[in-house]
Antibody, heavy 115, light 108 residues
Framework: EVQLVESGGGLIQPGGSLRLSCAASGVTVSRHYMSWVRQAPGKGLEWVSIIYGSGSTFYADSVRGRFTISRDNSKNTLYLQMNNLRADDTAVYYC?????????WGQGTLVTVSS | EIVLTQSPATLSLSPGERATLSCRASQTFTNTYLAWYQQKPGRAPRVLIYTSSTRATGIPDRFSGSGSGTDFTLTISRLEPEDFAVYYCQHYGDSQISFGQGTRLEIK
């Protein structure tokens, strides 16, 4: 069974950095593309970034240059390094994996950017 | 970038009725990687349908998806009380992922 567990969220001041993790089980992350999606309070779903099995990465305009997606194949874990955080980055962050075209999602981790 | 537009924004129906939710893309998909999600307050999105018409594991058969090209539909054949929630469509399998803005299905 594919399971994804996010961690690393919390309260951070504007301009600060945070690294989110997404630990996968039941699947090998390096073989499938994975993404981060976020949801601001009371808002819809917003795609953030994607990484393919090849290692190619893509970003939404709102985070390009500030966020970096990566993975550690030995730990079977996906990461999102978030720098220069702003108030409008406040959201629940979800990781997702596309396993033979079926999406799997974690339960999310809350990031709050506030002074 | 493919923009997804969902309609209606809000749908008011009664239990037992049929619900039809629409998702229209700004350009034709090169694949059929269109998913539908249900989300309840405080919960992660739950995948209902993927590749436009394949039901995810454990999803009741009252949920069905259809469509291709630029027009996709989620149909709930007979609404149960637990079906009232927000529904999102998603395009994936490309260098970008996009979501519709959501349809709120509320009890009439």
């Amino acid at each position: 069974e594919v399971q994804l567990v996010e961690s690393g969220g919390g309260l951070i001041q504007p301009g600060g950095s945070l690294r989110l993790s997404c630990a996968a089980s039941g699947v090998t992350v390096s073989r499938h593309y994975m993404s981060w999606v976020r949801q601001a309070p009371g808002k819809g779903l917003e795609w953030v970034s994607i990484i393919y099995g090849s290692g190619s990465t893509f970003y939404a305009d709102s985070v390009r240059g500030r966020f970096t997606i990566s993975r550690d194949n030995s730990k079977n874990t996906l990461y999102l390094q978030m720098n220069n955080l702003r108030a409008d980055d406040t959201a629940v962050y979800y990781c997702s994996l596309y396993y033979y075209r079926m999406p799997y999602w974690g339960q999310g981790t809350l990031v709050t950017v506030s002074s | 970038e493919i923009v997804l537009t969902q309609s209606p924004a809000t749908l008011s129906l009664s239990p037992g009725e049929r619900a039809t939710l629409s998702c229209r893309a700004s350009q034709t998909f090169t694949n059929t990687y269109l998913a539908w999600y249900q989300q309840k307050p405080g919960r992660a999105p739950r995948v209902l349908i993927y590749t436009s018409s394949t039901r995810a594991t454990g999803i009741p058969d009252r949920f069905s998806g259809s469509g291709s090209g630029t027009d996709f539909t989620l149909t709930i054949s007979r609404l149960e009380p637990e079906d009232f929630a927000v529904y999102y469509c998603q395009h994936y399998g490309d260098s970008q992922i996009s979501f519709g803005q959501g349809t709120r299905l509320e009890i009439k």
